[in-house]
């Protein structure tokens, strides 16, 4: 078996190592979703108290109802994932990560500590030619078993909601529970559907309401044309993850062709969006939906245009 193709099914023989590569992925994604995905991959022990979240920031004994414990699959979406170079980088590298975890517990028999945490990838596009670019290099970078390409018009946001929500239920074919850990895009932009994430509620919000609507159940040809979707529930500690072309300071000008000004984030849009997004405590107190860890402006190395490294981390 070739370097590259290692199994990652919890009986691996052959360990995977990443390909060299003549590309870079985006900053963001070397920089700052990997590292913190590492961490929870490497994460053993999680017999933590109510009070205490793992690295992601998800409280293990009071999530929405998704395991977080050492069986569990975390998933990543990446939103607008065109050839899908950087779920590739992500999937190799910790895949790879993966794999050297078990060899140390292998060397240290430390059979009862067993890494039975995975992560799988899933690149959405509404671009019908996407998984016919993504698939090949997948295959071809040995990451095929941990990522999946799905067609889905990111515009249309109940059919957003709904994937969301399946993919996030327990895998058929094993007793893992799958839990959403970071939604990420990289220079892709659409604001109704990052409106539509900053206001998502959580599991423990949800709980305290009558009922709250699946949309899942309710046929598309039965709902209202122009009817709002459900609120989306997202797992506390989902990360949210952006890396788009933005003004370099407030009020600032545009003087590039592409993208379009119209395409372009203000400096303070993504802080304001996720700052105004609040609930309410069961004792009435205003709570953030979400802690702004990163929020920072970087030069895109070709042209001259201005990027922001986004990252928040959903709290309430």
């Known amino acids: 078996q070739s370097c590259g193709k290692g199994s990652c099914n919890g009986n691996e023989i052959f360990p995977f190592r990443s ?13 700052d979703i990997l590292p913190l995905l590492k961490v929870w991959l490497a994460e053993k022990n999680t017999s933590h108290s109510d009070e205490s979240y793992d690295v992601v920031g998800v409280n293990n004994a009071t999530s929405n109802g998704m395991t977080t414990e050492e069986n569990s699959i975390g998933l990543v979406l990446d939103l607008g994932s065109g050839a899908g170079r950087d779920i590739c980088y992500l999937a190799e590298e910790l895949k790879q990560c993966r794999h050297s975890l078990l060899e140390q517990q292998r060397q240290q028999q430390q059979q009862q500590s067993k890494c039975m945490r995975s992560i799988h990838f899933i690149g959405i596009d509404n671009h019908k030619g996407s998984a016919k670019r993504c698939l090949p290099l997948w295959t071809n970078r040995g990451v095929h078993d941990v990522t999946e390409s799905c067609n889905i018009d ?5 059919r957003v909601r709904d994937h969301f929500m399946n993919v996030s239920k327990m895998k058929p074919q094993t007793s893992n529970q799958s839990t959403i850990l970071c939604i990420f895009a990289i220079r892709f932009l659409n ?3 990052l409106s539509y994430i900053s206001n998502s509620q959580s599991m423990q919000e949800t709980n305290g309401n009558m009922h709250v609507t699946n949309a899942s159940q309710t046929p598309p040809s039965k709902r209202a044309k122009h ?5 989306l529930v ?9 890396s788009h072309f933005c003004k370099s300071e407030e009020g600032a000008s545009w003087n590039f062709d592409h993208p379009k ?29 979400w802690e702004i860890l990163k929020d920072d402006i970087v030069p895109d190395g070709d042209h001259g245009r201005t990027l922001i490294q986004f990252v928040a981390r959903k709290v309430a």
């Open 19 to 31: 390909h060299p590569r003549l590309w870079k992925p985006d900053p963001l994604v070397s920089s």
């Open 154 to 158: 990111l515009n249309k946001l109940h």
């Open 191 to 193: 604001r109704r559907l």
């Open 227 to 231: 009817a709002p979707p459900p609120p």
């Open 234 to 242: 997202l797992p506390l500690g989902t990360l949210i993850a952006i």
């Open 261 to 289: 000004e119209s395409s372009v984030l203000d400096r303070w849009e993504l802080k304001k969006l996720f700052n105004d997004a609040v609930c309410s405590s069961a004792s009435g107190e205003i709570m953030p939906r």
